[in-house]
């Protein structure tokens, strides 16, 4: 009985209970969100804490990686806090992009939503806005530049400093 639980797709009781502090619930606190069972937290300069709060949602969903923690979403996020410190243009785009983002998803906000399909329906409507764009072209870098998940992804970094990468596997592809 146990191979039939082995060979289905979907998640076991095991990775659901693994996976249990990605999903946790933020807490708002003075100007910083807190992750209580994860045990960090980011606080906020130029936003709103439920602004980053809402960013670090939405960094999840436009890049999603099921094997990374919120913490890492959260530190790709502050640099949008950083950037509205020093300019206000930008801070009134965040600022406003995600009331957008709240009022398209009604009651409890872009947060509240339960299903990931519901938020990525919603951005979807809203690829192509300055706000998207801005925070999807930042993510990017800010995301996968932190050298703690590139293990993760199986990502040894820069190969120059280890003699480059013509003696370390480079030419060893034997699919060709």
């Known amino acids: ?5 082995e060979n289905r797709r979907g998640l076991s009781r095991r990775d659901l209970l693994k996976r249990g502090t990605l999903g946790a619930a ?11 069972e994860a045990a960090w937290a980011v606080e906020a300069q130029a936003l709103k804490p439920e602004t980053m ?12 990686h099921d094997r990374l923690a919120d913490r890492f979403y959260a ?4 640099g ?13 785009l965040i ?8 009022r398209r998803a009604g009651a409890g ?4 939503l339960g299903w990931e399909a519901d938020r990525i329906a919603i951005l979807h409507d809203i690829e192509n806005t300055p706000f998207f764009q801005a925070v999807r072209g930042d993510l990017v870098v800010s995301l996968y530049n932190q050298k ?16 480059g990468y013509i003696n370390r596997g480079f030419n060893d592809i034997e699919w060709l």
């Open 26 to 36: 933020l807490i708002i606190s003075g100007q910083a969100v807190i992750c209580p």
């Open 1 to 5: 009985m146990a191979t039939l639980y």
């Open 80 to 92: 949008q806090d950083a950037h509205a410190q020093k300019d206000e243009a930008h801070k009134k």
């Open 95 to 102: 600022e406003d992009g995600i009331a957008d983002l709240d």
């Open 148 to 163: 703690e998940i590139w293990p993760i992804f199986g990502y040894e970094g820069e190969s120059y400093s280890k003699g």
């Open 53 to 64: 709060a809402t960013l670090i949602k939405l960094a999840r969903d436009i890049y999603p």
């Open 75 to 78: 530190i790709a996020v502050k």
């Open 109 to 112: 906000g872009y947060s509240g």
